[in-house]
């Protein structure tokens, strides 16, 4: 690891020899993949260096503990054990650093949310979950829209589509992949019975246009009169657009704009990032690179999470983690259980990869 950092620290100052150099800015191309490379660089070294630099002050420590002055002796002691702690912290911080990223972890992301068994209190879960997600995205800074949805009524969803735009989005949220369970009384129960309903949660990377090349002549896209609210617009002209990808047989409704130009791209977006999704998984089963994982798997068939109103709790079963004060959970405050989500992940790679 150590022969590792020392090439990432030289390469570094590579860098930034290079960004000091004026003739740079005369190729803004280079200039900026330079500057991104430097700036992605500047964690991993800076931490090496105070890893260094600790490692100099335990071993001064060390030689002062074999001091003949009892005193010196008592405090060299304690001052190592304070370095070796610290030491210790920077090699597990650097060791996550050096961790393979996924490319696409800063991009945003397309979420889709469907209601499984429980019928209208499925519905309704669904309308839950896309609303903590919608204010998980403003907590952070994100922007969220409704990219496509299915309304039953009361606030509840048959499905729905959510574009999730930020930094780091999809590093963030694609630990939601899978089936979410909710335990509570609906409000249309007389008798005070607890209901369990689920809903299906998907994450998909937001795809750019030279991720997925898709050719006119693979798409069947029909017109037709989108249905409920929306205005004498939406129900009278031919706003709701159906795109039809011929190869895989992938088909994408959107019906929520009003016009069918924004429909049409609303939908060139889920079916994007669906391609990729599929590009993806055929890739990593091709190269056996990956294997499936019970963190962050995403596996549809696993109940990744329970929110149970009764006892005021949530409970991800992938980790054993549970947070209670539920409410707060509902209003997008899921940092928690992501962050746990990601450091079980995180450790998880450190031991496949044997560091």
Same mark, same amino acid.
């Given at each position: 690891?150590?022969?590792?950092?020392?090439?990432?620290?030289?390469?570094?100052?590579?860098?930034? /020899?290079?960004?000091? %150099?004026?003739?740079?800015?005369? #190729?803004?191309?280079?200039?900026?993949?330079?500057?991104?490379?430097?700036?992605?660089?500047?964690?991993?070294?800076?931490?090496?260096? %105070?890893?260094?630099?600790?490692? /100099? @002050?335990?071993?001064?420590?060390?030689?002062?503990?074999?001091?003949a002055d009892p005193e010196l002796r008592g405090?060299?002691?304690?001052?190592?054990?304070?370095?070796?702690?610290?030491?210790?912290?920077?090699?597990?911080?650097?060791?996550?650093?050096?961790?393979?990223?996924?490319?696409? %972890?800063?991009?945003?992301?397309?979420?889709?949310?469907?209601?499984?068994?429980?019928?209208?209190?499925?519905?309704?879960?669904?309308g839950d979950l896309l609303r903590m997600y919608?204010?998980?995205? @403003?907590?952070?800074?994100?922007?969220?829209?409704?990219?496509?949805?299915?309304?039953?009524?009361?606030?509840?969803?048959?499905?729905?589509?959510?574009?999730?735009?930020?930094?780091?989005?999809?590093?963030?949220?694609?630990? @939601?992949?899978?089936?979410?369970?909710?335990?509570?009384?609906?409000?249309?129960?007389?008798?005070? /019975?607890?209901?369990?309903?689920?809903?299906?949660?998907?994450?998909?990377?937001?795809?750019?246009?030279?991720?997925?090349?898709?050719?006119?002549?693979?798409?069947?896209?029909?017109?037709?009169?989108?249905?409920?609210?929306?205005?004498?617009?939406?129900?009278?002209?031919?706003?709701?657009?159906?795109?039809?990808?011929?190869?895989?047989?992938?088909?994408?409704?959107?019906?929520?704009?009003?016009?069918?130009?924004?429909?049409?791209?609303?939908?060139?977006?889920?079916?994007?990032?669906?391609?990729?999704?599929?590009?993806?998984?055929?890739?990593?089963? &091709?190269?056996?690179?990956? /294997?499936?994982?019970?963190?962050?798997?995403?596996?549809?068939?696993?109940?990744?999470?329970?929110?149970?109103?009764?006892?005021?709790?949530?409970?991800?079963?992938?980790?054993?983690?549970?947070?209670?004060?539920?409410?707060?959970?509902?209003?997008?405050?899921? #940092? %928690?259980?992501?962050?746990?989500? &990601?450091?079980?992940?995180?450790? &998880?790679?450190?031991?496949?990869?044997?560091?």
């Amino acid at each position: 690891m150590l022969t590792r950092l020392a090439a990432l620290e030289a390469r570094h100052e590579e860098l930034a /020899r290079a960004l000091a %150099d004026p003739a740079i800015f005369g #190729d803004q191309g280079r200039y900026q993949q330079v500057a991104r490379e430097h700036a992605g660089l500047a964690q991993v070294v800076a931490a090496y260096q %105070d890893y260094r630099r600790v490692t /100099r @002050e335990l071993e001064e420590a060390e030689a002062l503990s074999r001091e003949a002055d009892p005193e010196l002796r008592g405090l060299a002691a304690a001052e190592k054990a304070v370095l070796a702690g610290r030491q210790a912290g920077l090699a597990r911080s650097i060791e996550q650093m050096l961790l393979p990223k996924d490319p696409r %972890d800063d991009r945003g992301v397309i979420m889709e949310i469907r209601a499984g068994a429980g019928g209208g209190e499925a519905a309704l879960f669904v309308g839950d979950l896309l609303r903590m997600y919608m204010r998980y995205a @403003e907590r952070r800074g994100w922007r969220s829209e409704l990219l496509s949805g299915s309304p039953t009524g009361l606030g509840g969803f048959k499905e729905a589509a959510i574009g999730i735009q930020g930094r780091g989005a999809y590093s963030r949220l694609k630990y @939601e992949s899978g089936v979410h369970r909710v335990q509570r009384v609906p409000a249309t129960e007389a008798s005070g /019975r607890i209901h369990t309903s689920t809903a299906t949660v998907a994450v998909l990377p937001e795809a750019e246009e030279v991720d997925v090349v898709i050719r006119p002549d693979e798409l069947k896209i029909d017109t037709y009169r989108a249905g409920g609210a929306g205005g004498q617009n939406v129900n009278k002209v031919e706003t709701a657009v159906r795109i039809t990808h011929l190869p895989t047989g992938l088909v994408i409704a959107c019906q929520d704009e009003r016009s069918q130009h924004q429909n049409r791209e609303k939908a060139m977006r889920i079916m994007r990032a669906h391609l990729l999704a599929r590009a993806i998984e055929q890739q990593q089963a &091709e190269v056996a690179q990956t /294997r499936r994982r019970q963190i962050g798997g995403g596996e549809r068939s696993e109940k990744i999470r329970t929110y149970n109103f009764p006892q005021d709790r949530v409970t991800d079963h992938r980790i054993g983690k549970t947070v209670h004060d539920l409410a707060t959970v509902m209003d997008g405050d899921v #940092d %928690d259980l992501i962050e746990a989500l &990601e450091a079980a992940s995180q450790a &998880e790679s450190l031991t496949a990869t044997g560091s």
